[in-house]
């Protein structure tokens, strides 16, 4: 059979079609090793304070990732957990922005655990009403355990059922290096990823409601004292949330999204952090590498971009 000759002209331009859709096949869907996903290659290379331990992981929405760092494997991820929690109750029980949603009455367990001197929680008293918006700021702002434990009671029926959903909605997502085994995250057993937990980051953040309380540095709930956001970066180099997290097992754990130069999203996540160690510790040095990672984005991200 006669060659049809390709001229050379058409010969680059469909090479150069080709490369340029590989680039992006690798982007969107990173090659596997020993069946896992590896980190994607940067979208754009900056050179960032990474974490010198622990992993991390970030991307600008609209122009890609910006790389990861650390071996991506799963690690005990603390509260980071509620976002999930989150997640979950509210494609369950939609809201609108500003909408306070159903009430749900307190139980008596949750009423129980808001005594408990080895885990965070908030004080509730069984028999009151919250509404559903109040109980997700409860969960997320200043990280109430049992006000987690309770939304997936009123969700599922049981935390068991309702864990079930978390694991199906990160594998929807295409968390493969995630295990949920509770709602609010006191179990060493619940693991992620960086890189996983990125993913979840940028579902999350297309939702109003989510995105108004993770930027509440403080707020007011009948009954309730003293809530305060345990993301002390609120407010500082454009951070506008998202979620803490710390235990022994854990250490430190923020995931964080912040505005960025012509207001794009830059959006991060921090992981082990001080492990082994107090929590409090842990929890400061996350906090502290995302801050100073984030300041690095922001300054470097302008040139790179023009």
Request: proline fraction near 6%.
């Amino acid at each position: 059979m006669a060659r049809t000759r390709i001229p050379p002209v058409a010969g680059g331009l469909a090479a150069a079609v080709a490369v340029a859709l590989a680039a992006a096949c690798w982007v969107l869907f990173p090659p596997t090793v020993a069946g896992r996903a590896s980190a994607a290659r940067p979208a754009v290379d900056l050179p960032l304070p990474w974490p010198s331990e622990g992993q991390a992981s970030a991307e600008v929405q609209g122009l890609g990732s910006l790389g990861s760092r650390g071996e991506q494997r799963p690690v005990p991820i603390a509260s980071v957990t509620k976002v999930m929690t989150a997640y979950v109750v509210l494609k369950d029980h939609p809201l609108a922005a500003g909408e306070a949603g159903p009430r749900i009455t307190v139980d008596e367990q949750a009423e129980a655990e808001s005594t408990s001197a080895e885990e965070s929680t908030v004080a509730l008293r069984a028999g009151r009403q919250v509404s559903e918006r109040d109980l997700l700021a409860l969960m997320l702002v200043p990280s109430g355990n049992n006000a987690a434990r309770l939304l997936a009671r009123w969700d599922a029926g049981s935390q068991a059922d309702f864990v079930a959903k978390m694991n199906r909605e990160a594998a929807a997502l295409g968390m493969t290096d995630t295990t949920y085994t509770g709602a609010s995250g006191v179990e060493d057993s619940t693991t992620s990823t960086a890189t996983d937990q990125l993913r979840l980051a940028r579902e999350v953040m297309r939702n109003a409601v989510i995105r108004e309380i993770v930027a509440t540095p403080s707020l007011r709930v009948d009954g309730v004292p003293g809530v305060v956001n345990t993301n002390t970066l609120l407010g500082r180099d454009g951070v506008i949330g998202l979620k803490t997290g710390s235990s022994t097992a854990a250490g430190g754990a923020l995931m964080w999204a912040a505005k960025g130069p012509g207001d794009q999203l830059i959006l991060g996540v921090v992981l082990h952090q001080h492990p082994g160690g107090s929590p409090a510790q842990g929890l400061s040095a996350a906090l502290e590498n995302s801050r100073t990672l984030i300041a690095a984005i922001q300054r470097e991200l302008p040139a790179a971009t023009r």
